[in-house]
């Protein structure tokens, strides 16, 4: 079942407000976040016809939640901007972390990894990194570009994990709006910083389609998992952008692999990775 609706969806500085008409609300797909035993919102934004396919509008528009590791995007456009860190290339200074008793030297992990491979990781090497970058970066540079444009709720505080322990929150049409701007180097960032970051969310590439995407993770205070999934698809040169929060009360359940797998289940109904759109 699906439905037409009106709603203006607003992130300020980011994305563009929705029209009469342009917002279809398919809950149809509420089956694949009940197959996976989560709570969770998708909307994808079809740049072409500037149509939205939303499931769950109310927790799409109105629900904010920590952004997790999607702020690693954030801190990215930051730090490449402010020439904390030169490119994807740069090799990192982080140091590596292992298991002492696993019987490896520090000789035997291999060399270092670069900036995007520590975006791409999904484990300690990228929680790590992220950490260490906020401080490079600065709080006072941080708070200004937040402030700036108007990401999420703005709230840092003095915590030193804002982005991961509920103090930072934003809602998937921030998200998805921040998306759409980045791709088409619409924020105030230099065009290569934005370059740069698009290409580090590249994750899948054929001659069909091209798949980017950043996924994250983290606990809520009440012991809750939340996911988030957000990138986008190009086939035959067309954008369309995409985001997915999942939510579980079973803290343990990897949510980023859930959200993905919803994410992907999804797009292919609507008839991607076929070379079709």
Known sequence: MHRTLFSVLVFPLVFLGCATGNVTVEDSLGRYFDSAGVKGTFGLFDNGHGQFTIYNLAGYRDSFYSPAQTFDIFQSLIAIQTGVVKDDSAASDTPIPYVADSGLRSADLGPPPNFGQEFRD????????FLIL???IGRDTLQKWIDSLQYGNRRT?????????GTLRINCDEQLGLLKKLYFNQLPF????????????????????????KTAAVKKEDGHGIGWVMGWVEENKHPYFFVVNVESADGTKDLRQTGLVIAKKILQQMGFFEGKK
């Not at 484990?123 to 990194?129: R, T």
């Open 134 to 136: 906020v401080q490079d």
């Open 190 to 213: 230099l065009a290569r910083t934005q370059e740069i970051v698009s290409r580090m969310m590249a994750m899948e590439s054929n001659s069909v389609y091209r798949l980017s995407y």
């Open 122 to 129: 999904t484990g300690s090497v990228n929680e790590l990194a």
């Open 157 to 165: 505080k003095d915590h030193t994990e804002f982005w991961l322990d």
